[in-house]
């Protein structure tokens, strides 16, 4: 159990235009999900937390108008690069929680912006 | 100061070797840790949680000692698929997590 599935694992876009990733838990109801991001040889970055129709709670130095958010329901968050620059190439990853028994995470999707 | 630090290695060491990675946190408010190990260009997957009383998963122990802020793994009989990054990830009440720079084990024949 505890399967969370993410999409598309990789893509390849042009400077200057938008990326959605989504995250889906298979087989539990998520409440609360994660995003973050890891450049490489580094740790894992909290760039958010988002809960079920509510808005994101983002942490410091991540600009939510840029990283656009949505819990539309219990299975399904989305995260929108807007406007991407080479700079947001990264290694996106969401997680989803599970009744505190650990975050389980998602493959992560590989955004390289040429 | 970082709230979650681990021993960055690298870890070399040889098969059948038994390897300890230590990691310490700053929040005393901190409720719930875990270790995951995170392959290369993969994302991270919950190894084992870890409680007060210690607790043991066939080769991987786990412990935990609050007083001290304190976590341990122990991987007995090391592997070649046990080669991987391990992040020790420390979870406060609100449920916000918190993962370590991750500790990078070799394990060679």
């Known amino acids: 159990g505890a399967v969370v599935s993410q999409h598309p694992s990789w893509v390849i876009c042009k400077s200057g235009t938008s990326v959605k990733i989504e995250c889906r838990s298979l087989?539990?109801?998520?409440?609360?999900m994660f995003w973050y991001r890891q450049f490489p040889k580094q740790s894992l970055m909290l760039m958010a937390t988002s809960n079920e129709g509510s808005k994101a709670t983002y942490e410091q130095g991540v600009e939510k108008d840029k990283f656009l958010i949505n819990h539309a329901s219990l299975t399904l968050s989305t995260l929108t690069v807007t406007s991407a620059h080479p700079e947001d190439s990264s290694f996106y990853i969401c997680?989803?929680?599970?009744?505190?028994?650990?975050?389980?995470f998602g493959p992560g999707t590989r955004l390289t912006v040429l | 100061r970082k709230e979650v630090e681990q021993d960055p290695g690298p870890f070399n060491v040889p098969e059948g070797a038994t390897v300890a990675f230590n990691c310490t946190y700053s929040?005393?408010?901190?409720?719930?840790f875990f270790w995951y190990r995170q392959d290369c260009r993969k994302e991270p997957k919950l190894l084992m949680s870890?409680?007060?009383s210690g607790n043991e998963d066939g080769r991987f122990t786990a412990q935990l000692n609050r007083a001290s802020q304190y976590i341990s793994l122990l991987i007995r009989d090391s592997k070649l698929s046990d080669s991987a990054t391990y992040l020790c990830?420390?979870?406060?009440?609100?449920?916000?997590?918190?993962f370590g720079d991750g500790t990078t084990l070799t394990v060679k024949p």
């Open positions: 087989d539990f109801q998520a409440t609360t």
């Open positions: 929040n005393s408010a901190s409720q719930s």
């Open positions: 870890v409680y007060s």
């Open positions: 997680s989803a929680s599970n009744s505190g028994r650990g975050q389980f």
């Open positions: 990830v420390v979870n406060t009440n609100a449920g916000k997590s918190t």
